[in-house]
């Protein structure tokens, strides 16, 4: 390489590494007067100081903190069972949605019948129903327990919409691919095992997290079960003292379980989108 033209990478080098610094400071002056001067414009009205101590006290923020914890490892224990479940059940529904063997017509219609109804009802009427009218059928030998009904609920909700996310994962798979696993040898079963799924099942991680992330918040809605989680801890606590600062210390909880699984979904995001990119650039 002449010296040239390593004069002219290190100028392109400083050049690039300037104008990245000039962004980032560009970036930074914007994010500081967008922020400050939202915050200014809401403390600086006449109704700030009762909207302080309605939302934002200190002292009821430590109070119900303790309670509110206690009450939000429910929620946690709650997401991971019905988590489970709804990896295995929504997996299940988008094979069966996604085989074409005619001897397997009934299952599928019955598996599309089920994902368009439940995808179609809010999430909130279903632990409603389920919640009050299981109980109300009185059936021997089912669970009334509330939080056995709300995971059920729950779990009947979100199958519904990840059984869609998995099912597209196994459509993203090019049909070539069970024809070479045909081709060598292997059964439908385990080309779909062994080929199909685990190229979908990667193609779909980001929007499954994402799925899982809304999963996380919705969990809250067994409050209308009477089940004492983080936010009807806070609910009670609100209305004990009219101070709605418990909420807010509960929707804290929230975000410090949502916000890092957030990042780890973009950071998932960019490294696909690379990997893609790459892919492309070989071909």
């Known amino acids: 390489m002449s010296a040239a033209e390593t004069s002219r990478r290190e100028i392109r080098s400083v050049a690039r590494r300037r104008s990245e610094r000039r962004g980032a400071l560009i970036a930074l002056v914007s994010t500081i007067i967008v922020i400050g001067g939202g915050t200014l414009f809401v403390i600086t009205r006449d109704g700030w100081p009762a909207v302080e101590e309605t939302f934002f006290s200190a002292e009821a923020f430590k109070t119900s903190f303790p309670d509110i914890l206690r009450g939000f490892w429910i929620d946690v224990k709650l997401f991971l069972v019905v988590e489970v479940f709804v990896l295995i059940f929504s997996l299940l529904v988008a094979i069966v949605r996604s085989t074409r063997a005619p001897a397997a017509f009934p299952f599928r219609l019955l598996a599309t019948v089920y994902a368009d109804l439940f995808r179609g009802v809010p999430t909130i009427l279903i632990v409603y129903l389920v919640g009050f009218g299981i109980p109300a059928l009185a ?145």
Do not use: C, W
Request: glycine letters at 4%; hydrophobic letters at 50%.
């Open 139 to 283: 059936l021997p030998g089912v669970p009334n327990d509330p939080i056995i009904l709300a995971a059920f609920a729950l779990t009947l909700s979100y199958t519904a919409y990840v059984s869609e996310v998995f099912r597209a994962g196994i459509d993203s798979v090019h049909p070539g691919q069970r024809g070479a696993a045909l081709a060598v040898g292997l059964s439908r079963v385990q080309a779909m095992r062994f080929v199909i799924l685990p190229q979908a099942v990667r193609n779909v991680v980001p929007p499954l997290l994402n799925d899982f992330i809304s999963l996380q918040k919705d969990v809250a809605l067994v409050s209308v079960l009477g089940i004492v989680e983080a936010f009807r801890v806070a609910q009670i606590e609100a209305a004990s003292t009219f101070n709605y600062t418990p909420l807010l210390a509960a929707a804290s909880l929230y975000v410090i379980v949502t916000v890092p699984l957030s990042l780890f979904l973009d950071r998932m995001q960019r490294r696909d989108r690379g990997r893609r990119r790459l892919e492309e650039a070989r071909r």
